[in-house]
C-alpha cells in the first residue's frame, strides 16, 4: 500500500473510532488501529487530538513509517484488517417495508435470504 494513502487510512480510522463509543468487530479493528498509533506516539503526540488536526497525524505517520518498516507493516496489517471488516458488515437495507436486503459477504443466514421453492396458498 501506498505510504500517503496508508497514513490518510490510518488517520481516517481513526477519526471514526475516536467518535464510535459501540462495541462489535468494526469498532474492535479501529480500536487496534488507534490503541497501535497511541502507543507508538506516546509522550510525542497526542493521537486524540487527530480530530481537530488530521494532517498532523498524518504527517507523523508518513515520517513514522519512512523510517520504520516494521512500522509501516504492523499499520497496513491493522488498516488492511479493519477494512476487511467494513467490507464484511455492509448491510443496507432497501424498502420501506424491510423485504429487500443486501447483505455483502455474509457468512451466515439472513432472515428471508434463502427463499428457494415455497408455495404459498
Known sequence: MDLSVLALQAVNIVLYTIDKVTDGALEKA???VLEFLKARFQDRLQVEKAKEEPKLLEAAI???AEL?????????KLVTRYQQTQNNFNISQNTESG???NVNNN????IGQQIGQQFFR
Do not use: H, I
Open 30 to 32: 479501529g480500536a487496534d
Open 62 to 64: 508518513v515520517s513514522e
Open 68 to 76: 520504520d518498516k516494521k512500522f509501516q507493516e504492523e499499520l497496513e
Open 99 to 101: 423485504v429487500n436486503l
Open 107 to 110: 457468512p451466515g443466514t439472513v
